[in-house]
Protein backbone atom coordinates (compact mmCIF):
# COMPACT_ATOMS: atom_id res chain seq x y z
CA UNK A 1 0.00 0.00 0.00
CA UNK A 2 1.35 3.47 -0.66
CA UNK A 3 1.46 5.75 2.24
CA UNK A 4 -2.17 7.11 3.61
CA UNK A 5 -3.08 9.33 6.11
CA UNK A 6 -7.24 9.72 6.69
CA UNK A 7 -7.78 13.14 8.08
CA UNK A 8 -10.42 14.75 10.22
CA UNK A 9 -13.42 13.69 8.44
CA UNK A 10 -16.04 16.94 7.99
CA UNK A 11 -19.31 17.46 6.26
CA UNK A 12 -18.93 16.83 2.47
CA UNK A 13 -20.34 19.15 -0.17
CA UNK A 14 -20.65 19.69 -3.50
CA UNK A 15 -17.48 20.41 -5.89
CA UNK A 16 -16.35 24.26 -5.23
CA UNK A 17 -13.82 26.83 -5.88
CA UNK A 18 -13.37 29.63 -3.76
CA UNK A 19 -10.92 32.18 -5.04
CA UNK A 20 -11.26 34.75 -2.24
CA UNK A 21 -8.04 34.49 -0.98
CA UNK A 22 -9.19 36.80 2.13
CA UNK A 23 -11.95 34.58 3.70
CA UNK A 24 -12.52 31.27 5.47
CA UNK A 25 -13.07 28.35 2.41
CA UNK A 26 -16.87 27.55 3.24
CA UNK A 27 -18.03 23.75 3.16
CA UNK A 28 -14.81 23.07 4.50
CA UNK A 29 -14.37 22.91 8.50
CA UNK A 30 -11.10 24.48 10.07
CA UNK A 31 -9.02 25.40 6.87
CA UNK A 32 -8.64 29.08 6.80
CA UNK A 33 -6.10 31.39 4.76
CA UNK A 34 -5.37 35.02 5.32
CA UNK A 35 -3.83 37.30 2.84
CA UNK A 36 -2.55 34.80 1.21
CA UNK A 37 -3.50 34.15 -2.99
CA UNK A 38 -4.86 30.92 -2.84
CA UNK A 39 -7.43 28.56 -4.37
CA UNK A 40 -8.92 25.22 -2.59
CA UNK A 41 -11.16 23.00 -4.42
CA UNK A 42 -12.98 20.00 -2.60
CA UNK A 43 -13.48 16.59 -4.46
CA UNK A 44 -16.12 13.83 -2.87
CA UNK A 45 -15.81 10.32 -3.97
CA UNK A 46 -19.66 9.41 -2.44
CA UNK A 47 -20.73 6.84 -1.71
CA UNK A 48 -16.98 5.62 -1.59
CA UNK A 49 -14.75 6.13 0.67
CA UNK A 50 -10.86 6.94 -0.14
CA UNK A 51 -8.58 4.05 0.02
CA UNK A 52 -5.31 5.51 -1.47
CA UNK A 53 -3.95 7.92 -3.87
CA UNK A 54 -0.49 8.48 -6.09
CA UNK A 55 0.81 11.27 -7.88
CA UNK A 56 2.89 11.25 -10.88
CA UNK A 57 5.09 14.41 -11.13
CA UNK A 58 6.04 14.02 -14.89
CA UNK A 59 2.37 13.74 -15.86
CA UNK A 60 0.97 16.13 -13.33
CA UNK A 61 -1.75 13.26 -12.88
CA UNK A 62 -3.55 12.82 -9.43
CA UNK A 63 -4.45 9.03 -8.71
CA UNK A 64 -7.06 8.87 -6.19
CA UNK A 65 -8.17 4.89 -5.24
CA UNK A 66 -11.66 3.93 -3.66
CA UNK A 67 -12.63 1.00 -1.94
CA UNK A 68 -15.91 -0.55 -0.27
CA UNK A 69 -18.85 1.05 -0.98
CA UNK A 70 -20.43 2.96 1.62
CA UNK A 71 -24.27 2.78 0.02
CA UNK A 72 -24.34 -0.92 -1.18
CA UNK A 73 -27.86 -1.08 -1.79
CA UNK A 74 -27.62 2.90 -3.72
CA UNK A 75 -28.26 3.12 -7.52
CA UNK A 76 -24.30 2.97 -7.77
CA UNK A 77 -23.29 -0.39 -6.55
CA UNK A 78 -19.20 -0.25 -8.22
CA UNK A 79 -17.22 -0.56 -5.32
CA UNK A 80 -14.22 -0.34 -6.11
CA UNK A 81 -11.95 2.13 -8.45
CA UNK A 82 -9.39 4.40 -9.39
CA UNK A 83 -10.25 8.48 -10.70
CA UNK A 84 -7.81 10.29 -12.45
CA UNK A 85 -7.82 13.99 -12.27
CA UNK A 86 -5.42 16.50 -14.24
CA UNK A 87 -3.99 18.39 -11.62
CA UNK A 88 -2.37 21.31 -14.51
CA UNK A 89 -6.07 22.04 -15.34
CA UNK A 90 -8.41 20.38 -11.98
CA UNK A 91 -10.20 18.17 -14.37
CA UNK A 92 -11.45 14.90 -13.45
CA UNK A 93 -10.16 12.83 -17.10
CA UNK A 94 -11.47 9.03 -16.29
CA UNK A 95 -12.93 6.51 -13.61
CA UNK A 96 -11.90 3.41 -13.89
CA UNK A 97 -13.65 0.95 -11.86
CA UNK A 98 -12.38 -2.76 -10.72
CA UNK A 99 -12.77 -5.75 -8.26
CA UNK A 100 -9.98 -6.35 -5.72
CA UNK A 101 -8.26 -3.82 -3.42
CA UNK A 102 -6.38 -0.85 -4.28
CA UNK A 103 -2.69 -2.10 -3.65
CA UNK A 104 -3.28 -4.71 -7.04
CA UNK A 105 -3.84 -2.08 -9.22
CA UNK A 106 -0.69 -0.08 -10.64
CA UNK A 107 -0.73 2.73 -13.50
CA UNK A 108 2.40 2.84 -15.47
CA UNK A 109 3.42 4.92 -18.20
CA UNK A 110 0.17 5.35 -19.51
CA UNK A 111 -1.03 1.45 -18.91
CA UNK A 112 -2.87 -0.26 -16.09
CA UNK A 113 -1.88 -3.18 -14.72
CA UNK A 114 -4.35 -5.39 -12.57
CA UNK A 115 -3.56 -8.31 -10.40
CA UNK A 116 -6.27 -10.98 -10.79
CA UNK A 117 -6.79 -14.38 -9.76
CA UNK A 118 -5.39 -15.91 -12.53
CA UNK A 119 -3.02 -13.65 -13.56
CA UNK A 120 -2.19 -10.19 -14.89
CA UNK A 121 -4.42 -7.81 -16.84
CA UNK A 122 -3.10 -4.73 -18.88
CA UNK A 123 -5.10 -2.09 -19.70
CA UNK A 124 -4.20 1.02 -22.25
CA UNK A 125 -5.36 4.27 -19.88
CA UNK A 126 -6.71 6.18 -21.77
CA UNK A 127 -8.88 4.21 -24.20
CA UNK A 128 -9.84 1.66 -21.03
CA UNK A 129 -9.30 -1.16 -23.67
CA UNK A 130 -7.60 -4.48 -23.05
CA UNK A 131 -3.94 -5.72 -24.22
CA UNK A 132 -3.49 -8.84 -22.66
CA UNK A 133 -3.62 -11.25 -19.84
CA UNK A 134 -1.18 -12.86 -19.15
CA UNK A 135 0.02 -15.61 -16.28
CA UNK A 136 1.85 -14.67 -12.73
CA UNK A 137 0.86 -11.87 -10.59
CA UNK A 138 3.01 -8.45 -10.33
CA UNK A 139 6.43 -8.27 -8.66
CA UNK A 140 7.62 -4.92 -10.44
CA UNK A 141 7.77 -2.80 -12.72
CA UNK A 142 9.47 0.32 -14.81
CA UNK A 143 7.74 3.02 -16.49
CA UNK A 144 10.78 4.08 -18.14
CA UNK A 145 11.00 0.49 -19.87
CA UNK A 146 7.42 -0.06 -20.50
CA UNK A 147 7.71 -3.57 -18.58
CA UNK A 148 6.28 -5.50 -15.73
CA UNK A 149 8.57 -8.45 -13.95
CA UNK A 150 5.70 -10.86 -12.77
CA UNK A 151 6.28 -12.96 -9.51
CA UNK A 152 7.41 -16.11 -11.91
CA UNK A 153 11.00 -13.92 -12.73
CA UNK A 154 9.59 -13.13 -16.23
CA UNK A 155 9.53 -9.75 -17.85
CA UNK A 156 6.88 -8.63 -20.36
CA UNK A 157 6.09 -5.80 -22.61
CA UNK A 158 3.82 -3.80 -21.57
CA UNK A 159 2.71 -1.92 -24.41
CA UNK A 160 2.18 -5.29 -25.82
CA UNK A 161 2.26 -8.16 -23.58
CA UNK A 162 5.18 -9.58 -25.49
CA UNK A 163 7.82 -11.68 -22.95
CA UNK A 164 11.22 -10.28 -22.71
CA UNK A 165 13.41 -12.19 -20.51
CA UNK A 166 13.28 -14.91 -18.31
CA UNK A 167 14.96 -14.30 -14.74
CA UNK A 168 16.87 -17.63 -13.99
CA UNK A 169 18.27 -17.83 -9.97
CA UNK A 170 20.16 -21.35 -8.37
CA UNK A 171 16.94 -20.80 -5.79
CA UNK A 172 13.42 -19.96 -6.09
CA UNK A 173 12.99 -15.99 -5.03
CA UNK A 174 10.29 -14.39 -3.49
CA UNK A 175 10.48 -10.41 -5.13
CA UNK A 176 10.72 -8.15 -1.78
CA UNK A 177 13.50 -6.21 -0.84
CA UNK A 178 13.97 -4.56 -3.84
CA UNK A 179 16.82 -1.77 -4.64
CA UNK A 180 16.59 0.58 -7.39
CA UNK A 181 20.63 1.23 -8.50
CA UNK A 182 19.71 3.23 -11.51
CA UNK A 183 17.24 3.75 -13.95
CA UNK A 184 17.80 0.39 -15.65
CA UNK A 185 19.22 -2.01 -12.58
CA UNK A 186 17.74 -3.04 -9.82
CA UNK A 187 18.67 -5.42 -6.67
CA UNK A 188 16.78 -7.41 -5.11
CA UNK A 189 17.45 -8.70 -1.39
CA UNK A 190 16.15 -12.11 -0.87
CA UNK A 191 17.46 -15.11 -0.60
CA UNK A 192 20.68 -13.34 -1.41
CA UNK A 193 21.72 -10.63 -3.77
CA UNK A 194 20.91 -10.39 -6.95
CA UNK A 195 21.52 -7.62 -9.70
CA UNK A 196 19.23 -7.48 -12.75
CA UNK A 197 18.80 -5.41 -15.95
CA UNK A 198 15.41 -4.03 -17.32
CA UNK A 199 16.73 -4.71 -20.59
CA UNK A 200 18.50 -8.15 -20.28
CA UNK A 201 17.48 -9.77 -17.08
CA UNK A 202 19.95 -11.01 -14.64
CA UNK A 203 23.44 -9.89 -14.14
CA UNK A 204 24.56 -11.86 -11.33
CA UNK A 205 23.50 -13.66 -8.37
CA UNK A 206 24.62 -14.31 -4.42
CA UNK A 207 22.84 -16.44 -3.20
CA UNK A 208 21.62 -16.62 1.21
CA UNK A 209 19.20 -17.90 3.20
CA UNK A 210 16.36 -15.96 4.21
CA UNK A 211 13.94 -18.03 5.23
CA UNK A 212 13.11 -20.56 7.67
CA UNK A 213 11.37 -23.65 7.05
CA UNK A 214 11.61 -26.10 9.81
CA UNK A 215 9.39 -24.19 12.38
CA UNK A 216 6.04 -25.80 14.24
CA UNK A 217 2.94 -25.36 12.86
CA UNK A 218 1.56 -23.13 15.51
CA UNK A 219 4.00 -19.76 16.24
CA UNK A 220 3.90 -16.39 17.85
CA UNK A 221 1.93 -13.69 16.16
CA UNK A 222 2.95 -9.84 16.73
CA UNK A 223 -0.54 -7.78 16.95
CA UNK A 224 1.06 -4.50 16.38
CA UNK A 225 -2.42 -2.45 16.71
CA UNK A 226 -3.10 -4.09 19.91
CA UNK A 227 0.68 -3.07 21.22
CA UNK A 228 -0.01 0.66 20.36
CA UNK A 229 -3.35 1.02 20.99
CA UNK A 230 -3.76 -1.55 24.10
CA UNK A 231 -0.49 -2.95 25.14
CA UNK A 232 -1.81 -5.97 27.48
CA UNK A 233 -1.72 -9.56 26.10
CA UNK A 234 -0.44 -8.31 22.50
CA UNK A 235 -0.05 -12.27 21.81
CA UNK A 236 -2.20 -14.77 19.44
CA UNK A 237 -1.61 -17.71 18.59
CA UNK A 238 -2.68 -19.03 14.95
CA UNK A 239 -2.54 -21.88 12.94
CA UNK A 240 -1.61 -22.61 9.22
CA UNK A 241 1.14 -23.85 6.43
CA UNK A 242 3.57 -21.52 5.27
CA UNK A 243 6.73 -20.66 6.25
CA UNK A 244 9.18 -17.36 7.97
CA UNK A 245 10.75 -14.95 5.57
CA UNK A 246 11.61 -11.97 5.23
CA UNK A 247 14.29 -12.31 7.93
CA UNK A 248 17.11 -9.99 6.10
CA UNK A 249 18.09 -6.80 6.26
CA UNK A 250 17.56 -4.00 3.58
CA UNK A 251 20.31 -4.16 1.05
CA UNK A 252 22.97 -1.18 1.87
CA UNK A 253 25.09 0.44 -1.51
CA UNK A 254 27.95 2.54 -0.61
CA UNK A 255 29.83 4.78 -3.01
CA UNK A 256 32.12 2.22 -4.49
CA UNK A 257 28.69 0.24 -5.38
CA UNK A 258 29.84 -2.85 -2.75
CA UNK A 259 26.60 -4.13 -0.96
CA UNK A 260 26.25 -5.54 2.04
CA UNK A 261 22.96 -7.28 3.43
CA UNK A 262 22.35 -9.49 7.05
CA UNK A 263 20.74 -13.15 6.24
CA UNK A 264 18.96 -15.23 8.81
CA UNK A 265 22.68 -16.52 10.29
CA UNK A 266 25.29 -14.54 8.07
CA UNK A 267 25.86 -10.97 6.92
CA UNK A 268 27.76 -10.69 3.25
CA UNK A 269 29.37 -7.99 1.39
CA UNK A 270 30.26 -8.16 -2.57
CA UNK A 271 31.18 -5.77 -4.59
CA UNK A 272 29.86 -4.53 -8.45
CA UNK A 273 30.48 -7.82 -10.22
CA UNK A 274 28.72 -10.14 -7.70
CA UNK A 275 32.08 -11.44 -5.93
CA UNK A 276 31.86 -12.10 -2.33
CA UNK A 277 34.21 -9.56 -0.74
CA UNK A 278 33.10 -11.18 3.28
CA UNK A 279 31.25 -13.51 4.79
CA UNK A 280 30.90 -13.45 8.73
CA UNK A 281 28.14 -15.89 10.34
CA UNK A 282 26.25 -14.36 12.63
CA UNK A 283 26.30 -14.60 16.64
CA UNK A 284 22.61 -15.36 16.92
CA UNK A 285 21.53 -17.93 13.81
CA UNK A 286 17.76 -17.55 12.77
CA UNK A 287 18.26 -13.74 13.47
CA UNK A 288 14.64 -12.15 12.00
CA UNK A 289 14.43 -9.08 10.05
CA UNK A 290 17.21 -6.40 10.62
CA UNK A 291 18.29 -2.90 9.56
CA UNK A 292 22.03 -2.32 8.17
CA UNK A 293 23.63 1.09 7.55
CA UNK A 294 27.06 2.26 8.08
CA UNK A 295 29.28 5.48 9.29
CA UNK A 296 32.73 6.04 8.40
CA UNK A 297 34.38 2.23 8.11
CA UNK A 298 31.72 1.12 10.17
CA UNK A 299 29.01 -1.15 9.09
CA UNK A 300 25.60 -1.47 11.60
CA UNK A 301 23.14 -4.02 12.16
CA UNK A 302 19.98 -4.03 14.16
CA UNK A 303 17.84 -7.12 14.90
CA UNK A 304 14.51 -6.40 15.33
CA UNK A 305 13.49 -9.29 16.73
CA UNK A 306 10.36 -10.09 14.17
CA UNK A 307 10.22 -12.08 10.46
CA UNK A 308 6.86 -12.50 8.28
CA UNK A 309 4.45 -15.58 8.39
CA UNK A 310 2.06 -15.37 5.54
CA UNK A 311 0.82 -11.43 5.87
CA UNK A 312 1.17 -11.56 9.58
CA UNK A 313 4.40 -10.45 11.73
CA UNK A 314 5.45 -13.24 14.00
CA UNK A 315 8.80 -13.24 16.74
CA UNK A 316 12.03 -14.29 15.57
CA UNK A 317 15.03 -13.98 17.68
CA UNK A 318 15.37 -10.79 19.45
CA UNK A 319 17.26 -7.25 19.12
CA UNK A 320 20.38 -7.02 19.27
CA UNK A 321 23.20 -4.49 17.95
CA UNK A 322 26.44 -5.69 15.76
CA UNK A 323 29.08 -3.44 14.38
CA UNK A 324 31.34 -5.08 11.64
CA UNK A 325 34.53 -3.28 10.11
CA UNK A 326 32.69 -2.62 6.50
CA UNK A 327 36.33 -3.38 4.63
CA UNK A 328 37.04 -6.55 6.34
CA UNK A 329 33.91 -7.55 7.73
CA UNK A 330 35.77 -8.32 10.98
CA UNK A 331 33.21 -7.86 14.10
CA UNK A 332 33.63 -4.58 16.34
CA UNK A 333 31.42 -5.48 18.96
CA UNK A 334 27.79 -7.62 19.60
CA UNK A 335 25.62 -5.93 22.70
CA UNK A 336 22.44 -8.12 23.26
CA UNK A 337 19.32 -5.03 24.36
CA UNK A 338 18.00 -6.76 27.07
CA UNK A 339 14.66 -8.09 25.60
CA UNK A 340 12.88 -10.24 23.69
CA UNK A 341 10.22 -8.30 22.97
CA UNK A 342 10.54 -7.06 19.03
CA UNK A 343 11.37 -3.44 18.32
CA UNK A 344 8.33 -1.36 17.43
CA UNK A 345 10.22 2.13 16.82
CA UNK A 346 14.21 2.91 16.27
CA UNK A 347 16.03 6.14 15.41
CA UNK A 348 19.50 6.48 14.47
CA UNK A 349 21.04 10.26 15.63
CA UNK A 350 24.38 10.54 15.17
CA UNK A 351 25.95 8.36 17.87
CA UNK A 352 22.57 7.66 19.14
CA UNK A 353 20.81 4.28 18.80
CA UNK A 354 17.60 4.86 19.65
CA UNK A 355 15.12 1.85 20.45
CA UNK A 356 11.49 1.80 21.70
CA UNK A 357 9.91 -2.37 22.45
CA UNK A 358 7.17 -3.09 24.42
CA UNK A 359 8.70 -3.88 27.54
CA UNK A 360 12.08 -1.50 27.14
CA UNK A 361 13.57 2.19 26.58
CA UNK A 362 17.17 2.31 25.16
CA UNK A 363 19.35 4.60 24.27
CA UNK A 364 23.00 3.03 22.70
CA UNK A 365 26.36 4.93 21.90
CA UNK A 366 27.46 3.28 18.22
CA UNK A 367 30.65 4.82 18.69
CA UNK A 368 31.42 3.04 21.92
CA UNK A 369 28.98 0.20 22.02
CA UNK A 370 27.55 1.06 25.04
CA UNK A 371 24.05 1.20 26.86
CA UNK A 372 23.46 4.73 27.73
CA UNK A 373 19.76 3.96 28.69
CA UNK A 374 18.21 0.78 29.24
CA UNK A 375 14.63 1.59 30.85
CA UNK A 376 11.95 -0.98 31.26
CA UNK A 377 8.72 0.62 31.21
CA UNK A 378 6.80 0.30 34.01
CA UNK A 379 2.79 0.42 34.37
CA UNK A 380 2.87 3.78 36.47
CA UNK A 381 5.36 5.48 33.45
CA UNK A 382 3.10 8.60 31.71
CA UNK A 383 4.50 7.56 28.48
CA UNK A 384 3.62 3.86 28.23
CA UNK A 385 1.42 4.12 25.45
CA UNK A 386 3.76 7.01 23.52
CA UNK A 387 5.48 4.59 20.42
CA UNK A 388 6.86 7.05 18.04
CA UNK A 389 10.44 8.41 18.58
CA UNK A 390 11.01 12.04 16.89
CA UNK A 391 14.53 13.67 16.56
CA UNK A 392 15.73 16.60 18.60
CA UNK A 393 16.46 18.17 15.33
CA UNK A 394 12.83 18.24 14.07
CA UNK A 395 10.75 19.01 16.74
CA UNK A 396 9.11 22.77 17.77
CA UNK A 397 7.04 24.44 19.34
CA UNK A 398 5.02 27.50 19.05
CA UNK A 399 5.25 30.53 21.13
CA UNK A 400 4.18 33.66 20.41
CA UNK A 401 7.61 34.93 18.72
CA UNK A 402 7.09 32.30 16.19
CA UNK A 403 8.45 28.64 16.22
CA UNK A 404 11.44 27.60 18.51
CA UNK A 405 13.34 24.52 18.93
CA UNK A 406 12.58 22.65 21.96
CA UNK A 407 15.39 22.99 25.23
CA UNK A 408 18.53 21.89 24.32
CA UNK A 409 18.53 19.98 27.75
CA UNK A 410 16.33 17.27 25.88
CA UNK A 411 18.78 16.70 22.80
CA UNK A 412 20.34 13.44 24.35
CA UNK A 413 16.73 12.09 25.96
CA UNK A 414 14.94 9.67 24.14
CA UNK A 415 11.56 12.14 22.50
CA UNK A 416 8.05 9.98 22.45
CA UNK A 417 5.09 10.95 20.81
CA UNK A 418 2.08 9.82 22.23
CA UNK A 419 -1.68 11.18 22.88
CA UNK A 420 -0.73 14.94 21.25
CA UNK A 421 2.06 15.13 23.45
CA UNK A 422 5.99 15.14 23.41
CA UNK A 423 7.48 13.23 26.29
CA UNK A 424 11.46 13.38 26.79
CA UNK A 425 12.77 10.49 28.94
CA UNK A 426 16.11 11.03 30.22
CA UNK A 427 18.93 7.82 30.60
CA UNK A 428 17.78 7.55 34.13
CA UNK A 429 13.69 6.84 32.95
CA UNK A 430 12.71 10.31 34.63
CA UNK A 431 10.09 11.77 31.83
CA UNK A 432 8.90 15.10 31.43
CA UNK A 433 6.49 16.69 28.44
CA UNK A 434 8.16 18.96 26.44
CA UNK A 435 5.64 20.02 24.16
CA UNK A 436 2.25 19.40 25.58
CA UNK A 437 -1.64 21.48 24.71
CA UNK A 438 0.52 23.91 22.20
CA UNK A 439 1.06 20.53 20.18
CA UNK A 440 3.71 18.53 18.56
CA UNK A 441 5.31 20.36 15.55
CA UNK A 442 8.13 18.59 13.44
CA UNK A 443 9.78 20.83 10.79
CA UNK A 444 9.71 18.86 7.11
CA UNK A 445 10.87 19.91 4.15
CA UNK A 446 9.25 18.63 0.88
CA UNK A 447 9.92 19.66 -2.34
CA UNK A 448 12.26 22.36 -0.93
CA UNK A 449 9.25 23.86 0.73
CA UNK A 450 9.22 24.25 4.62
CA UNK A 451 6.62 22.70 6.19
CA UNK A 452 5.31 22.42 9.89
CA UNK A 453 3.34 19.48 9.91
CA UNK A 454 1.55 17.97 13.08
CA UNK A 455 -2.00 16.05 14.30
CA UNK A 456 -3.96 19.25 13.91
CA UNK A 457 -1.99 22.03 12.22
CA UNK A 458 -0.14 22.40 9.47
CA UNK A 459 1.81 25.20 7.77
CA UNK A 460 3.61 25.36 4.25
CA UNK A 461 5.23 28.67 2.51
CA UNK A 462 3.69 30.86 -0.16
CA UNK A 463 6.64 32.70 -1.46
CA UNK A 464 8.09 34.35 1.55
CA UNK A 465 4.76 33.62 3.56
CA UNK A 466 3.41 30.81 5.61
CA UNK A 467 -0.02 29.30 5.12
CA UNK A 468 -2.41 27.45 7.52
CA UNK A 469 -4.32 24.51 7.26
CA UNK A 470 -5.74 23.12 10.18
CA UNK A 471 -6.21 19.73 9.17
CA UNK A 472 -3.68 16.83 8.32
CA UNK A 473 -1.45 17.48 5.18
CA UNK A 474 -0.72 14.24 3.42
CA UNK A 475 1.41 15.88 0.38
CA UNK A 476 2.84 18.82 -1.26
CA UNK A 477 3.52 18.82 -4.53
CA UNK A 478 3.79 21.35 -7.63
CA UNK A 479 2.77 23.93 -4.67
CA UNK A 480 0.05 22.85 -3.68
CA UNK A 481 -1.43 21.18 -0.58
CA UNK A 482 -3.10 17.82 -0.42
CA UNK A 483 -6.01 17.08 2.34
CA UNK A 484 -7.06 13.39 2.28
CA UNK A 485 -10.34 12.31 4.48
CA UNK A 486 -12.39 9.50 4.13
CA UNK A 487 -14.81 10.52 1.28
CA UNK A 488 -13.38 13.46 -0.15
CA UNK A 489 -10.31 15.88 -0.53
CA UNK A 490 -9.15 19.13 -0.92
CA UNK A 491 -6.26 20.45 -3.19
CA UNK A 492 -5.07 23.96 -1.84
CA UNK A 493 -3.12 25.62 -4.54
CA UNK A 494 -1.19 28.55 -3.63
CA UNK A 495 -0.70 31.53 -6.37
Wanted: include cysteine; charged fraction near 25%; hydrophobic fraction near 35%.
Amino acid sequence: MRKFTIALLFVASNLFAQDNPNETIEGVRNISVSNIPFIARQYNVLPYKIADYSYDKETHKLYIYIDETIARSGPDKKGNGVICYDMENMKQLYRYDYSGSSDMLHIVGGYILRDESLGTLIKDEKTNKEIAFLKGKIAMFSAKHKLYINTNGTAYDITTGEKRWKAEFKRKIPWRNVLAVDDDNIIVGTEGIHKLNFNTGVVWSYPMNTTLTSMPSIWDVINYSAMVFAPVGYYAKSVGPDYNHGMCSNVLVDSNNNYYEAGSDRIISVNKDGKLRWDNPLKIYNTGKSKVWSSGDTLYMLSLGYANRQNLLVRQSFPYIDAYNRNSGRLIYHKELGTNEPVIDYLIDEDNLFVRTIDLLVRFSLNKGILYMQHYVQDEDGFRNAFSIIPYKDLYRRGQDGYKPIDAKHKKSMLLLGNDKVYAINDKGEYEVCVGEDRAYRMLTVDDKEVFNSKGQSEFICGNRKVAINEYTDAIFDNRVLIVNEQSFIVAECK
